[in-house]
């Protein structure tokens, strides 16, 4: 069967990871979280002390983009992939309240995006992949055979991010996380370079009362309309 390139575009935790690992799992493919190389590459300036009162060590970082290596792995037991940096599995280290505030100024870096731009490019030369993220379907892979682009309001996202926190037994708080969500969705979508913003092609879809079945189904249809 013909393999082609998905691209699913969204706001902060929208769900479209779920629901963009889901379909690759099903369906054979690659999946990448291109938000888990930016949480990545924040981690690394966090570790490496590059945050100071006066913001980031833009220099430093920048003469050490080449140094930062940040790959996928599957999780045997999970079955699905984890973030490494150098190495390391950082999967949970990412996703926690420090790399999500500090994640936003990192991802308006514009040699940043270049160098993450480049490594999903090469990942996705081969199709058969899915890839989740803000810039997908308009600058990573505009010519994607689908595209998505999903919202759901900022409340009902805050609420799935507390209680995946919750649930993975990290400390968690609604008004902060609701916070966080409204400050990266201004940051997104008002950055110069690549900002958040649905291609003309992509379809949009509102998941704010759907549960993630009906989420599933609805992403296969799509899938099985791209390829006939
Ligand atoms: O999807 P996420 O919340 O894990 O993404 C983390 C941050 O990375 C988000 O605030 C915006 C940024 N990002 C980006 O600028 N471009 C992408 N393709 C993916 C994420």
């Not at 309240?97 to 490594?119: C, N, Q, W, Y």
């Not at 505009?142 to 999903?150: G, N, T, Y």
Request: charged residues 30%; proline residues 2%; glycine residues 6%.
């Amino acid at each position: 069967m013909r393999k082609i390139t998905i691209a699913i575009d969204g706001f902060s935790s929208s769900g479209k990871s779920t629901m963009a690992k889901d379909l690759a799992r099903e369906i054979g493919y690659i999946y990448i979280d291109s938000g888990a190389m930016y949480r990545a590459v924040t981690l690394y300036a966090m570790e490496q002390g590059l945050f100071n009162s006066d913001g980031i060590d833009i220099e430093t970082l920048k003469s050490r983009i080449r140094d930062i290596h940040i790959s996928f792995r599957l999780d045997r037991d999970t079955q699905r992939p984890d973030t490494y940096l150098n190495g390391v599995n950082v999967e949970d280290k990412i996703r926690s309240m420090d790399v999500s505030a500090k994640v936003s100024p990192i991802s308006t870096l514009g040699f940043v995006r270049e160098a993450m731009v480049h490594r999903q490019q090469e990942m996705g030369k081969a199709k058969g992949i899915v890839m989740d993220g803000r810039d997908i379907g308009t600058t990573v892979f505009p010519d994607a055979e689908l595209k998505i682009f999903v919202t759901a309001s900022a409340e009902t996202r805050a609420e799935r991010r507390y209680e995946e926190l919750k649930a993975k037994g990290q400390e968690a708080c609604y008004d902060d996380i609701l916070k966080n969500i409204k400050e990266r969705d201004c940051m997104d979508q008002s950055r110069e370079i690549s900002p958040l913003r649905k291609a003309d092609d992509a379809i949009l879809l509102d998941n704010s009362i759907m549960s993630i079945p009906q989420q599933k189904e609805w992403l296969m249809k799509q899938y099985l309309q791209a390829i006939r």
